[in-house]
């Protein structure tokens, strides 16, 4: 779900779900299940910044050129001649960022435009993501807890990072929203953070811009998905993160992809 919040005019964040195989991709409604093995799955969210609607048509490219150019990618890696996942996304961060900065280059409107982005890309046993900004991933094991895999591309991501503050710190430190890297906006060049998280039955994973996270803690937020009120479970995942982060803040656009890993079907021999 995404939304512009109580007091934006457009919304700059965009957000994709879409499966992947050689033959192409397949987009994904708001809400749906997947049996697997099947094809790869990817969710993205991208958080545009510009003037006027620079910033949402630069989370709109963003998204739009993952569609593009990952089924290449997908089809020259499984003919071998591609080094992995980590050179697949590095590789997708790159060409994204040269589209918006000539996007820049040739439309004044467009100058200086930029965007975040946080993709993970499933297959069978593990979620390889790639993420650059402060738009997060986050990962809920079944055993409890709740990790932020994302690094927030600012200082004041680097000081929480380093513990040298916390995170009711962080959260109204004034230098929380200025970023350090991002897609377009100026930038040389891009190095994005890309790992990968390996996954097993009743884990959780939540993609979401900051506006998101801006109305709700870390401890919000696991609470939410793991034991909601009876109140709150009339509303599916994303709606009621998104719910509750409106009711307390709703200063920026907030949008959340949550994505459930779920056992696999007990097939009985009759």
């Known amino acids: 779900m995404t939304h512009r919040g109580r007091y934006r005019q457009n919304n700059e964040d965009t957000f994709l779900a879409m499966t992947l195989d050689g033959h192409g991709v397949s987009y994904l409604g708001k809400e749906g299940e997947l049996t ?3 094809p790869d799955c990817i969710f993205a969210v991208s958080d ?3 003037g006027a609607k620079a910033g949402e048509f630069a989370s709109r490219v963003t998204v739009d050129q993952i569609t593009k150019l990952l089924p290449k990618s997908f089809r020259i890696g499984a003919m071998g001649l591609a080094g992995g996942h980590v050179d697949l996304l590095g590789e997708l961060f790159s060409t994204i960022h040269r589209e918006l900065i000539n996007l820049g280059r040739f439309y004044e409107e467009c100058q ?12 069978p046993d593990w979620m390889h993501f790639a ?27 680097w000081l929480r990072r380093s513990g040298k503050i916390n995170e009711r710190e962080a959260r109204s430190h004034p230098g929380k929203n200025s ?3 991002a897609l377009g906006a100026g930038h040389q060049f891009v190095d994005p953070q890309v790992g990968s998280v390996g996954f097993r039955p009743g884990d959780r994973f939540l993609v979401c811009s900051d506006g998101l996270v801006d109305g709700l803690w870390d401890r919000n937020i696991e609470e939410l998905l793991r034991t909601p009120t009876l109140a709150q479970s009339a509303s599916t995942p994303a709606p009621r993160l998104i719910g509750e982060s409106l009711e307390v803040s709703g200063r920026d656009n ?4 949550v994505i459930e890993v779920l056992p696999a079907p007990v097939v009985a021999n009759a």
Do not use: E, K, N
Not at 133 to 150: E, F, H, K, M, N
């Open 179 to 181: 970023l350090q890297h």
């Open 131 to 157: 993420h650059l900004g402060d738009s997060r991933i986050y990962y809920l094991p079944a055993i409890g807890g709740i990790t932020q895999v994302s690094h927030d591309h600012s200082h004041v991501g």
């Open 254 to 257: 907030l949008t959340a992809v």
């Open 112 to 123: 200086g435009m930029g965007a975040t982005l946080s993709l993970c890309w499933f297959t």
């Open 48 to 50: 545009g910044m510009g």
């Open 36 to 38: 697997s093995p099947g």
